[in-house]
């Protein structure tokens, strides 16, 4: 069994930064993209950015300057710093990532349960 587990969520001041990671555990074969994503309150869904398995990122232009994504592939773990937060960036922070498990002919997606991340003075 697979498991996405998000950690580093908390609450900070307006220009404040935090460190969210994502460890996947289980009989994992490898790891394809992984993909951070928020959910705030009365606002739909939003991906923040994305990491190949080959480094490759991309951005949301919300976060654009001022969030780092990055992977430990030895690790099986991704991060995201955070830095010049925002208010409009509270909201739940949920990774996921492209899967294969020991033994599976195909990527499968996991989500992980999502860490709360609050902005405000």
């Known amino acids: 069994q697979v498991q996405l587990v998000e950690s580093g969520g908390g609450s900070v001041q307006p220009g404040g930064s935090l460190r969210l990671s994502c460890a996947a555990s289980?009989?994992?074969?490898?790891?394809?993209?992984m993909d951070w994503y928020r959910q705030a309150p009365g606002k739909e869904g939003e991906l923040v950015a994305v990491?190949?398995?080959?480094?490759?990122?991309n951005y949301a232009d919300s976060v654009k300057g001022r969030f780092t994504i990055s992977r430990d592939n030895t690790k099986n773990t991704m991060y995201l710093q955070m830095t010049r937060l925002k208010p409009d960036d509270t909201a739940v922070y949920y990774c996921h990532g492209e899967l294969q498990m020991v033994g599976g002919l195909k990527f499968n997606g996991y989500w992980g349960q999502g860490t709360q991340v609050t902005v405000s003075s």
């Open positions: 289980g009989s994992i074969f490898r790891i394809n993209s």
């Open positions: 990491i190949t398995s080959g480094g490759f990122t």
